[in-house]
């Protein structure tokens, strides 16, 4: 069983357009994270949620807005897509996030293009 | 602000050699550090992690090892597979904020 699901696996849509990314994990964990991967490979979280909490929230356009019904859930909804936002996009989950040193787990990746 | 830093880029060596990949960051601050591995079209994959007051970590043919006087980390394969074939990334963590570099795509052809 997969840990951390994603989905969609690819994304392809129009500049202007407001689309969504789903992740969920089976792990049980508390925490879930967003990063995005460039072109140039760089990771860089976005954000992370804990027990449905917005604990970190790092310097992302508005036009992102995660959203954590349940701990076992985040997802991502984008408006007004632009060129730039072509990326991979990454969920992970960790077991408290409240803590140092706890290891990630890592979804499949979301890749959107915009065009 | 962390920046983490890859060296090579790009890695190709023959089935069977040692092979050492290297990673730099500014902040001494780090906590941790984990190495993954990210195959295409998939997730990453946890494969070490050194904690702060540790200096290295085995796991079978992998062997990574911290000196954050020096802020470097180094990952350590030994006996290279074709299956090692992937980007290789690490990544130093502080309060579950991680910062990436921006990997080692390795090739091991058989």
């Known amino acids: 069983d997969t840990a951390v699901s994603q989905t969609p696996k690819y994304l392809v849509t129009q500049m202007g357009n407001d689309k969504s990314i789903k992740c969920e994990q089976n792990?049980?964990?508390?925490?879930m994270y967003w990063y995005k991967q460039d072109s140039k490979k760089f990771l860089k979280i976005m954000f992370s949620?804990?027990?449905?909490?917005?604990?970190i929230n790092e310097t992302v356009p508005n036009r992102f807005s995660p959203k954590s019904p349940d701990k076992a859930h985040l997802n991502l909804h984008i408006n007004s897509l632009e060129l730039g936002d072509s990326a991979v996009y990454f969920c992970?989950?960790?077991?408290?996030?409240?803590?140092?040193?706890?290891?990630?787990?890592f979804g499949p990746g979301t890749r959107l293009l915009v065009l | 602000k962390q920046e983490v830093t890859q060296i090579p880029a790009a890695l190709s060596v023959p089935e069977g050699e040692n092979l050492v990949l290297n990673c730099s960051f500014t902040?001494?601050?780090?906590?941790?550090l984990q190495w993954f591995r990210q195959d295409p079209g998939k997730g990453l994959t946890s494969l070490l992690l050194?904690?702060?007051?540790?200096r290295e970590q085995t796991s079978g043919r992998l062997n990574a090892s911290l000196d954050k006087s020096s802020g470097r980390s180094t990952l350590y394969i030994a006996a290279s597979q074709p299956g090692d074939s992937a980007t290789y990334l690490c990544?130093?963590?502080?309060?579950?904020?991680?910062?990436f570099g921006s990997g080692t795509k390795l090739n091991v052809k058989p």
């Open positions: 050194i904690q702060s007051s540790q």
């Open positions: 990544a130093g963590e502080d309060f579950n904020k991680f910062y």
């Open positions: 992970a989950s960790s077991q408290t996030g409240t803590g140092r040193g706890e290891t990630q787990y």
């Open positions: 949620y804990n027990n449905k909490e917005l604990i």
């Open positions: 902040d001494s601050a780090i906590y941790n």
């Open positions: 792990l049980g964990h508390d925490t």
